[in-house]
């Protein structure tokens, strides 16, 4: 029995078998055309085959290629739906954007999109609607990662470190005869938090300095401390020597601010900011009698250090190569310093020649009755006299830049040579403690072999053993460390040495060319001012005759000779009027 197909088949449709079952092309052009695929029975009639007849024709017009561009995991979604969450749980078999829209993307995605901070997942799910360009991600990741890149690498350390701008001056005299001295005014700032306020200024005298750099040295052993210029008895009130003098002063406490580990010491901060700064520091010593015996850290850790412990023999080539080297260093140093002291006293005789001469000029220019030599005289001697000043500025220059230099490093050599020192002492120190510790062990032990009819001594002879090894133990690792902290500290020794000795060898050359300049530039004004006053004079005269026989003369009318009138005679034969009288 012949029953019409719900779905108004024709003979040539291919598929009409089965009225019950619905073809699977037009079922998948349903879904792309977002409708709901409904199959009736055929009770359904005529009218169901009328209402799906003609959508069912024009979606089979798709051909079977959208199966082989469907790409379910197409990044842009589907083509034409609307950035809704509905839109995501359409079917996959959507038409998705063409292939070429998708490389468009891809090749103007800028690299942060796939950077962690930004998903690849969240940034691709997001669908826009068709004409609609889509937009490049978010680009704040990238803008804080070339920041980064952009700062300059600083260690945790260096960027926690406290500034220090220290500075030495005023320096005036107090005191009567016999307590006279000089005190400096300190002035700090920084930006450490250890201080009450960032900017303050005490005043401090020589002797402060002296304490500040003992305290430094027995607090800290094995670190190079900055040492002050040494005392000096004789002209200690002379001008050019409290310059010298503060000027290394201020040099030796701005080392001592930017040491990593000077800086961090408590002494250093009640010398910088204590204003009642004696009362201050006998509180100290009343509190810790032990480091006002010089004493320092080997004290607090229960070492003695009192005695030298014998010769002290050097174990490790590298610190006996520094001795050697600081050796030679300070002995060429010194040298170094005495040809410049040298050249200093050079440059003094220079300029006292100078201003002899000058004196001797000047008053030769007031003798002498004629103009003509008693001005160049004079404008001599006012040469001599600037070159005097140079000299005397130059000697200064020299002590200020190379030769102060040269000082502060001999000095340096010689806080060096202390931290060996100490360096020994912890050596004989940790020693003496083993030594101390295998009596007590041997003592420990013959009392074992006796048997335990001492056990009350064997318990102190036992605690004694402890005791004696936790000393060797901390000397050793006192020993040990210093070791490491002075190959630190001898290397930045070597570091600031290279960084000052050139400084002051460009300044020294600098003041030079600058002093040699300015001495020609004395001598080529003077002979410029020389040669404008002979040609001024020699000018002059014959200007002034000229005119004047030019008006006196007159034509003779027979001959037509100029003749000589009677007020140009006594002018042109003065000498001659008077020779004719005499004889």
């Known amino acids: 029995m012949d029953i019409d197909s719900p779905w108004g088949d024709v003979p040539s449709k291919s598929k009409a078998d089965d009225p019950q079952e619905p073809d699977p092309t037009s079922v998948k052009a349903d879904t792309a055309t977002g409708s709901t695929p409904s199959v009736k029975s055929a009770s359904s009639g005529p009218r169901s085959s009328a209402s799906r007849k003609i959508p069912a024709r024009k979606i089979e017009v798709q051909p079977t290629k959208l199966e082989a561009v469907d790409d ?5 979604g589907p083509l034409g739906a609307d950035p809704t969450p509905a839109a995501s749980s359409i079917s996959t078999d959507q038409a998705p954007t063409p292939p070429r829209k998708e490389l468009n993307a891809r090749a103007t995605r800028p690299p942060s999109a796939t950077s962690p901070a930004f998903p690849t997942s969240d940034y691709e799910d997001t669908t826009l609607p068709i004409g609609r360009v889509k937009g490049p991600p978010p680009v704040q990741p ?39 001295h000089i005190v400096y005014q300190v002035r700090t700032k920084t930006t450490s938090k250890a201080y009450k306020i960032p900017e303050f200024a005490v005043s401090r005298r020589y002797r402060d300095f002296l304490w500040l750099y003992t305290s430094l040295h027995n607090n800290n052993p094995g670190v190079v401390v900055p040492p002050p210029p040494e005392k000096q008895a ?81 174990h490790d080539d590298w610190f006996h190569d520094r001795r050697v080297y600081l050796d030679a ?123 335990k009819s001492q056990q009350d001594k064997l318990n ?52 030079a060319v600058e002093a040699q300049k300015e001495l020609i530039e004395l001598w080529e004004t003077f002979l410029l001012q020389m040669d404008t006053e002979e040609e001024v004079p020699s000018r002059a005269p014959q200007q002034g005759a000229i005119s004047s026989t030019a008006d006196d003369r007159s034509e003779d009318p027979t001959t037509g000779d100029h003749a000589v009138t009677q007020d140009e005679r006594p002018i042109a034969t003065a000498t001659d009027v008077a020779l004719e009288q005499d004889a």
């Open 142 to 180: 990238q803008t804080s990662g070339a920041s980064r890149q952009t700062q300059p690498s600083v260690s945790l350390e260096q960027a926690a470190k406290p500034t220090f701008d220290i500075l030495v001056g005023d320096p005036h005299k107090v005191g009567d005869l016999t307590s006279s």
């Open 234 to 314: 004789v002209g200690r009130f002379d001008t050019n020597f409290v310059e010298s003098r503060r000027q290394a002063l201020e040099r030796m406490l701005n080392k001592i601010a930017s040491h990593p580990i000077l800086h961090h010491d408590a002494d250093l901060k009640i010398f910088l900011e204590s204003d009642a700064f004696n009362i201050d520091v006998k509180n100290k010593e009343n509190r810790e009698p032990d480091l006002g015996q010089n004493k320092g850290m080997f004290s607090s850790l229960g070492i003695n250090v009192g005695g030298s412990g014998g010769k002290f023999v050097e």
């Open 329 to 451: 260093l300070e002995s060429q140093l010194k040298a170094l310093m005495k040809a410049i002291d040298s050249v200093v006293i050079q440059r003094k005789g220079l300029a006292e020649a100078a201003g002899e001469f000058a004196v001797s000029l000047g008053n030769l220019a007031q003798v002498e009755l004629s103009p003509v030599f008693s001005g160049p005289l004079q404008a001599l001697s006012d040469v001599q006299v600037r070159i005097k000043e140079l000299y005397e500025r130059q000697a200064m220059q020299d002590v200020l830049t190379l030769g102060i230099t040269i000082d502060e490093y001999i000095r340096l050599i010689g806080s060096v040579k202390q931290a060996f020192s100490q360096r020994q002492k912890a050596f004989h120190s940790w020693h003496t403690a083993e030594s101390e510790l295998a009596k007590r062990r041997s003592a420990h032990d013959k009392l074992m072999r006796q048997g």
């Open 460 to 511: 102190e002879v036992g605690a004694g053993v402890s005791d004696a090894e936790k000393k060797a133990h901390q000397a050793r690792l006192l020993f040990e460390d210093m070791g490491r902290l002075m190959r630190g500290e001898l290397e930045r020794f070597e570091r600031e040495k290279v960084e000052d000795f050139k400084s002051g060898v460009e300044t020294f050359l600098e003041g």
């Open 72 to 76: 379910a995991f197409d990044p842009l």
